[in-house]
């Protein structure tokens, strides 16, 4: 059978009973929904009436809820698996029910409860997936064959990349399906204590791989948090005995530095007249284990933080306002995931202050609804694809004015992971790059030239980004501007930049086996080596330098007045004047002077380095004015992506607009950038705009500008 057998005696890691003299806090505590909630005092041979405790839950979020497609659900699991009885030797119905409450308690709407009771009827018993249909409708046998196919692949070493790729199709289909999963796992975790230790530890390693980083992703933090504390408790017994020790002792105290603080923090508020819920949350197992290795010994504020619940978005600032300004703040710690939410829908305010004696305690700020989807994550969604008008009146009022829902599936990471899975060659290519992605547990947001967004792992690249907004079309991506700078595609992204891509125009463009060293996102990865396969004499034999050799610097006239000078009036009569090749000004830019020996002034644009250099050391400048003459030598850098026949294709551009060349160069290829130098002259100033404009159109050049020399 898919649900793994009961062990009641397995020592769960529950709370000690010593730490209930603090305030409860608002987190959905899914461990006191085991066994005894769902047994009740009924005897062994008797089966319990437990959707009883299921409606309860729903009734909780949905108080119109119509209910008889769950006690019909109900009556069909108990009927079909009467008779079958998990390992412990408590009646199967245990299970899917324990699941249904797990799914309850955390939110989720009526039809994926209804699935969720009959989510092991199809397998594991004779009622058809037809007969579901018939009594349920389409999106129950839907969601019901979604859970069944991922349990149709048995739980080995081989088998489980090929088990969680199904399960991952079947989420991209319906976000429910995951989460049914999601609860599944959860009860049968709890209950492994008659299983071989191997199988335990087996099991616990996938679920931490794998299962953990998807909860954490869909945003259901209640059952991430109890994940981790059953895997902790199975992998790391010694360091979870530790850790269970420190927190009895720490309730047994006599003090308790939150409680304080949390009196102190509700007197501010109220003085304030701000009203707000302050609670204190322990810490689950493995944080306050990953608090103790961080800081060593722990103290009483250690054990938990403060939370502060309010009814709007603003309140939260508003209380931020009066913490840091009545108490002391710890500045460094403070984050703000409201104005930019988590990549799994998380919206939170993060801050601490510093207690007399030292201690620091952190504070989470919210409103109730950012709460319930920081617990719940897309399960507090209810059904995120039915029309708004059917949600109920607490989400409708969430809902944009124009009346549409967020589909949590199509956003973020999910959406890039259903696009790179299906391109994945293979079951290994598929299972190393889901890990690889698993193990990234934040997410940038760049930003397009037209405003778009791109979503991507910490560490990205422009190659990812590449990846991420053209597919397989970014193979022809031949550079990119971060922030209106030119940057190579081995660039790493930071959170907010803007990401302008250069794709070229040659049907040669071919992605380089170099990208793989610089691509993290599976889609990118995927594509390249894809691409890499199919083409393997091509991706050695791409050139990696522009088909253009240097060119020999034409040397410039030393004549002591270019001609170009005489349209240059300066306030000395009796000066020669010479237009400084640093900047090579030309008309109507704005200029100044500085004279020099034999009787020279040489011009240069205000904003010439030079300038400042020559003012600094004294130098007089002198006034200098352009004259009636419009034509001008200038000296043009274009920077651009080697190619083929790049440099007879620029310079015919540039003859086109009637520039003459007096002398050029061509650097050195460096990382596949090329840098040229032009000076030109033109017979009339007015038309370098077009000249730089053709220079800028020609394939592979991303850039040209004024020379500006040092």
Same mark, same amino acid.
Not at 63 to 88: F, N, T
Not at 331 to 338: A, H, T
Not at 393 to 421: K, V, Y
Not at 470 to 492: P, Q, W
């Given at each position: ?181 999601? /609860? ?446 419009? /034509? ?79």
């Amino acid at each position: 059978m898919s649900a793994e057998a009961t062990n009641p005696a397995t020592p769960g890691p529950a709370v000690p009973t010593a730490a209930v003299r603090r305030k409860a806090r608002p987190r959905i505590d899914l461990r006191r929904l085991g066994r005894a909630a769902l047994l009740g005092n009924a005897a062994r041979g008797r089966l319990p009436d437990a959707i009883g405790h299921v409606v309860e839950a729903h009734r909780a979020h949905y108080p119109d809820a119509d209910l008889e497609p769950l006690r019909r659900a109900y009556v069909l699991a108990e009927s079909s698996h009467r008779g079958q009885m998990r390992k412990s030797g408590e009646p199967y119905i245990t299970h899917p029910l324990a699941v249904t409450l797990i799914l309850a308690e955390l939110g989720a709407e009526t039809t994926t409860l209804t699935a969720s009771l009959l989510h092991d009827t199809v397998e594991d018993t004779e009622v058809t997936l037809d007969q579901v249909r018939e009594q349920f409708g389409e999106e129950v046998r839907y969601l019901v064959d979604g859970v069944t196919k991922l349990e149709k692949v048995d739980y080995g070493a081989a088998a489980e990349p090929e088990t969680f790729r199904k399960m991952l199709v079947a989420t991209g289909s319906d976000v429910r399906v995951m989460s049914i999963k999601l /609860a599944d796992r959860l009860h049968n975790m709890r209950t492994l204590g008659v299983m071989r230790p191997e199988k335990q530890e087996r099991i616990a390693k996938v679920t931490r791989d794998v299962l953990i980083p998807l909860a954490e992703r869909l945003g259901v933090q209640a059952l991430k948090t109890e994940l981790e504390d059953l895997v902790f408790a199975i992998l790391h017994p010694e360091e979870y005995a530790h850790t269970r020790e420190l927190i009895a002792e720490n309730a047994a105290r006599a003090d308790d530095p939150l409680a304080e603080i949390s009196d102190e923090v509700r007197g501010v508020l109220r003085e304030a007249d701000i009203p707000a819920e302050v609670l204190i949350r322990p810490r689950h197992f493995v944080s306050v284990h990953r608090v103790s290795r961080k800081r060593g010994e722990l103290r009483g504020a250690d054990f938990g933080r403060l939370l502060v619940l309010v009814g709007e978005d603003a309140d939260c600032y508003a209380v931020l306002g009066e913490l840091h300004t009545c108490l002391t703040p710890v500045v460094s710690e403070f984050k703000d995931f409201i104005a930019v939410p988590k990549f799994n829908l998380y919206q939170s305010l993060h801050t601490a202050v510093a207690r007399a004696d030292g201690q620091v305690v952190e504070v989470l700020v919210r409103t109730h609804q950012m709460h319930k989807v920081a617990e719940a994550g897309v399960v507090a969604l209810g059904n995120p694809y039915a029309p708004a008008a059917d949600a109920p009146a607490a989400e409708t009022a969430e809902d944009p004015a124009d009346g549409e829902r967020a589909d949590p599936t199509r956003p973020g990471w999910l959406s890039r992971l259903l696009d790179w899975q299906e391109a994945a060659p293979d079951t290994d290519t598929f299972w190393s790059t889901l890990r690889e992605d698993l193990a990234q547990d934040r997410e940038i947001t760049v930003f397009r030239p037209d405003g778009g967004t791109l979503g991507l792992p910490e560490g990205a690249t422009c190659v990812d980004a590449a990846y991420a907004q053209y597919g397989e079309d970014a193979h022809a991506c031949i550079g990119a501007r971060v922030n209106g700078r030119l940057a190579t595609l081995s660039t790493v992204l930071r959170d907010g930049d803007t990401v302008q891509l250069l794709m070229g125009q040659d049907p040669a463009s071919e992605p380089s086996r170099e990208w793989l060293e610089h691509a993290h996102t599976p889609a990118a990865r995927i594509a390249i080596q894809r691409w890499l396969t199919t083409h393997p004499d091509a991706a050695e034999e791409r050139p990696q330098a522009p088909a253009a050799a240097p060119t020999r610097p034409v040397p410039e006239p030393l004549a002591p007045a270019p001609r170009t000078a005489s349209a240059v009036v300066v306030d000395r009569p009796d000066a020669t004047v010479r237009l400084a090749g640093c900047c090579t000004p030309v008309p109507p830019d704005e200029v100044t002077g500085f004279a020099v020996r034999g009787g020279v002034v040489t011009v240069h644009r205000v904003e010439c380095a030079a300038v400042a250099h020559m003012k600094g050391t004294g130098r007089p400048e002198s006034a200098v004015s352009w004259g009636d003459s419009t /034509a001008c030598r200038v000296t043009l850098v274009a920077e651009s992506f080697g190619r083929p026949h790049l440099l007879a294709d620029l310079t015919e551009a540039m003859a086109q607009e009637g520039a003459e060349i007096v002398s050029a160069t061509v650097e050195p290829p460096s990382q596949q950038r090329v840098r040229h130098t032009y000076t030109v002259e033109l017979p009339d100033a007015a038309h370098l705009p077009a000249l730089m404009r053709a220079m800028r159109n020609v394939a592979g050049v991303y850039d040209v500008g004024r020379a500006q020399h040092q």
